[in-house]
């Protein structure tokens, strides 16, 4: 039999923490509440690879969850339900997780993906961008990670990924905020991982180098414009577009994802894509050579 394209739900709605508006859950064509599969959420999956997740697991049977802050503007995919979220608003976070515990009854695994990237030298970004930033690409995976967690604890079992960076092992010139941001990341989710494995939890990140996706339409601007740096900032774009012609496809980060998630022990540390791999050994092994790397790719002077 064919699943409608759009399920109705009964029963109480919470509220989505977006304006009062009930939790509106938009099922793509094919979904099917499979109680026996696992279940997935995946936060951030309008586009690039979080959409690329959740496309990917519900098509190997997963129940997959997406989330968009605004999913009614969002695409269908194929298998899966999208739920709006916004990762800075507990109450939308616990709408969103008590929407997907409701539906599919427990949650075997969270991708904590959502996130944007601010550019521009740190000098010329102000304390609020910081903030702001820190809300979605930490604090986001925080608060979901905790909103999760006594679930996962109940059922003695769970995986949290955290969809982290190369830039969240090897800081990046004009990107200062989101590197910090992902370096907090990487430090808390270590952390975590040896807090709940008693429980059966696996904690994992996953480290891509640069991926074709949204993030440089969605990326925000430092608010100042500083001239001593427009030198090193020149440089810096033209290395960029380098290195994004060469950019991974999300589908990679996505069987990265799914790899993991079926792994039995899942690592901690997961680098995506040929480079990310090779720079994120040498960061941890010898991180001045990778700086000194870092600092030759993108053109910064001197050079170490
Ligand atoms: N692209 C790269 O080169 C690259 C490299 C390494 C790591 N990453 C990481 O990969 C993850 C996904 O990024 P992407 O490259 O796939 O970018 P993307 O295509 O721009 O996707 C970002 C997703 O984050 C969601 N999002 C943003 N702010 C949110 C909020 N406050 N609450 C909930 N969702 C929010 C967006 O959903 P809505 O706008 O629909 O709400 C969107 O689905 C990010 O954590 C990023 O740091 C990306």
């Not at 599919?104 to 903030?131: F, I």
């Not at 680098?271 to 090779?278: H, I, K, S, T, Y």
Request: net charge negative; with cysteine.
């Amino acid at each position: 039999m064919t699943p409608p394209a759009r399920r109705s739900f009964n029963g109480p709605r919470p509220t989505d923490g977006l304006g009062g508006r009930a939790v509106e859950k938009i099922a793509g064509p094919g979904y099917r509440s499979r109680v026996e599969s696992r279940v997935v959420l995946v936060t951030g999956a309008s586009s690039g690879i979080g959409r690329a997740t959740v496309a990917l697991l519900a098509s190997e049977g997963w129940v997959a969850f997406g989330t968009s802050r605004r999913p009614d503007r969002v695409e269908p995919i194929e298998g899966a339900i999208l739920l709006p979220l916004d990762v800075r608003s507990d109450e939308s976070v616990e709408a969103c997780v008590t929407g997907v515990l409701e539906e599919a009854g427990r949650l075997d695994v969270l991708v904590n993906n959502a996130g944007y990237v601010l550019s521009g030298p740190l000098e010329a970004t102000t304390l609020d961008q910081t903030r702001d930033l820190f809300e979605t690409d930490f604090f986001g995976a925080v608060r979901m990670a905790q909103a999760v967690l006594p679930t996962m604890r109940g059922q003695s079992a769970g995986r949290i990924v955290n969809v982290s960076s190369l830039a969240g092992v090897l800081a990046m010139p004009f990107i200062g905020a989101y590197s910090a941001a992902k370096f907090a990341l990487e430090g808390w989710a270590e952390a975590l991982a040896h807090e709940v494995s008693p429980f059966g939890i696996h904690v994992s990140l996953v480290e891509p180098g640069f991926v074709r996706t949204n993030m440089g339409q969605s990326a925000l601007a430092a608010e100042r414009e500083i001239e001593d740096y427009r030198p090193s900032l020149e440089r810096y774009h033209a290395a960029l577009e380098r290195e994004l012609a060469a950019a991974d496809e999300p589908g990679l980060v996505a069987s990265a994802i799914r790899d993991i998630v079926n792994a039995e022990h899942p690592a901690l540390r997961n680098p995506v894509g040929l480079e990310a791999e090779r720079l994120v050994d040498l960061a941890l092994s010898a991180p001045e050579v990778a700086r000194g790397e870092m600092r030759r790719r993108f053109g910064l002077v001197p050079p170490l």
